[in-house]
C-alpha cells in the first residue's frame, strides 16, 4: 500500500489536470493551482475545461480528494510534493519561456516542510540544475529534486489507467 501523501500540482492545463487526477485516484490528497479564475470556477463548479475521455469521471469520482484554487500560498502549506506543470511557450527566438517555472519555484520561498519539488513541464537541458540551486539559496538544500518529463498521449492519459500491465518478467 502506498503511503498518503498530500500533493501540490501548479497548473491545471492538460498534465497538471490529469496528473492531479491521477493522483487522487491512487488515494493522494490533491490541490490543483492555476492561474486562470476561469478554468478554477470551471473545476470547483465541477466542470472540466479540457477534453480528456474519462477525466471528468476520474475527477468526479475523487472530488473528496480534489481541492482547486488560484491561491499559490495555500497550495504549498499542508503538501510534501510539488508537481510543476505549467506551460513553458517558445518566446520568440523559439526558446522555451521558463517565467511560469521560475514564478513557482519562486512561490515555494519558505515552504521547508517540502519533501520533494518535481518539475513535469517541458523544459532545456540545465533547467534542472538551475532548479536545484534556486532551492538550495532559499535554504530548501533538503527538499529532493526531480524532473518528470511527461509523455501523456492525449486523448488517452486517463484510459491507459485501465489498461492491462504488460508482464514485466521478460525484461529481468
Known amino acids: 500500500m502506498v503511503e498518503k501523501r498530500r500533493i501540490a500540482v501548479f497548473g491545471a492545463g492538460y498534465i497538471g489536470l490529469v496528473t492531479g487526477a491521477c493522483f487522487a485516484n491512487l488515494g493522494h490528497d490533491v490541490t490543483v493551482r492555476d492561474i486562470q479564475k ?4 470551471v473545476l470547483q463548479s465541477g466542470g472540466v475545461p479540457i477534453h480528456e475521455d474519462g477525466l471528468a469521471e476520474l475527477i468526479a469520482d475523487n472530488a473528496d480528494r480534489l481541492t482547486f484554487t488560484l491561491d499559490a500560498e495555500a497550495t504549498v502549506r499542508d503538501a510534501d510534493v510539488v508537481y510543476v506543470c505549467v506551460d ?4 520568440h527566438s523559439g526558446d522555451a519561456d521558463l517565467t511560469r517555472i521560475w514564478q513557482v519555484i ?7 516542510h517540502l519533501a520533494a519539488v518535481v518539475v513535469k513541464s517541458t523544459v532545456p537541458v540545465g533547467t534542472g540544475a538551475r532548479v536545484r540551486a534556486a532551492l538550495d539559496r532559499a535554504g530548501m538544500r533538503h527538499v529532493g529534486y526531480a524532473s518528470n518529463p511527461e509523455f501523456t498521449a492525449e486523448g488517452q492519459a486517463v484510459s491507459r489507467l485501465h489498461a492491462p500491465r504488460p508482464n514485466c518478467d521478460r525484461y529481468r
Open 38 to 41: 476561469e478554468r478554477i470556477d
Open 88 to 91: 513553458t511557450p517558445p518566446t
Open 106 to 112: 519562486e512561490s515555494l520561498r519558505g515552504a521547508r
